[in-house]
């Protein structure tokens, strides 16, 4: 049964909208960049804390970026950091599909990262702040990792390469992703690697217009998800520098 109405009332609430941190156009580029390990850094996971559980970390400042302040991370193994959300599951090696669950998701080399126990120097998850206000900077390093390959076809799976890399959060807002030359790379491998706000908005993505190459390419609206390929056993990695609102690969 319906009422017996030819009109009905309704109301609605216009509020201002706060502007999503990643819907606006960037460029980037695919070079290899410096990498310098972190000297004496704050140790989360190494051989003696053999753990999958994220690490979560007070931010040792409020971090600004655009309208947004955070205030704390979490640290996975797998390859990214969660600015101001709930810690993912261990599982988990798509973080940028998970927008519901942090305020901001930075993937560097997101995928089911494995310790590298054959390294000449051990491995570790470590993060270490630098400088002082108003130049501080957060950097949070992996290093000596694998990465898990499946092979379809045989229901096999085996970890391959060698790979070292940092996340660069710096008080300005700017975001630095650098990678170390990648190891022992016999094969081609693939991992996540962008950014992902929380907002229905935040769905732009940096992917690769060739089979082999991520140089100058534009971020395009686009449900895909962006992707880091080693496409030969070079040991050429892609590196990000995300400056504000604008997003470069150096």
């Given at each position: ?6 009109v ?12 999503p ?7 980037m ?19 003696s ?27 996975a ?5 969660v ?9 988990v090696?798509n ?10 998701i ?9 310790p590298?126990?054959?390294?000449p ?14 130049h501080?900077?957060?950097a949070i ?6 990465i ?20 660069r959060i ?8 650098v ?6 790379l ?9 950014l992902?706000?929380?907002d ?23 449900r ?27």
């Amino acid at each position: 049964m319906y009422p017996e109405y030819g009109v009905t009332a309704a109301m609605y609430v216009q509020q201002p909208r706060r502007m999503p941190l990643l819907a606006r156009e960037y460029n980037m580029s695919a070079l290899v960049t410096g990498f310098e390990p972190l000297a004496d850094p704050i140790i989360l996971r190494d051989r003696s804390m053999v753990t999958p559980r994220p690490s979560e970390v007070a931010l040792p400042f409020p971090l600004q970026i655009s309208d947004r302040t955070f205030v704390s991370m979490s640290i996975a193994k797998n390859g990214f950091v969660v600015l101001d959300g709930e810690p993912f599951e261990n599982w988990v090696t798509n973080p940028l599909a998970r927008l519901e669950n942090a305020q901001l998701i930075i993937a560097a080399f997101a995928g089911e990262l494995n310790p590298d126990t054959s390294a000449p120097a051990p491995w570790r998850i470590a993060w270490k702040l630098y400088n002082e206000a108003p130049h501080r900077m957060i950097a949070i390093e992996w290093r000596n990792f694998t990465i898990r390959k499946f092979n379809w076809e045989t229901g096999q799976a085996f970890d391959i390469g060698r790979f070292s890399f940092q996340i660069r959060i710096h008080e300005s807002g700017r975001i630095d992703m650098v990678y170390d030359k990648a190891e022992e790379l016999t094969e081609a491998v693939t991992a996540q690697d962008g950014l992902r706000g929380n907002d229905v908005l935040d769905k732009h993505a940096v992917f690769s217009l060739s089979e082999n190459n991520l140089l100058d390419v534009r971020a395009t609206t686009s449900r895909r998800i962006p992707q880091i390929s080693m496409l030969d056993a070079s040991g050429m990695v892609k590196g990000s520098r995300i400056a504000g609102t604008s997003v470069q690969r150096v």
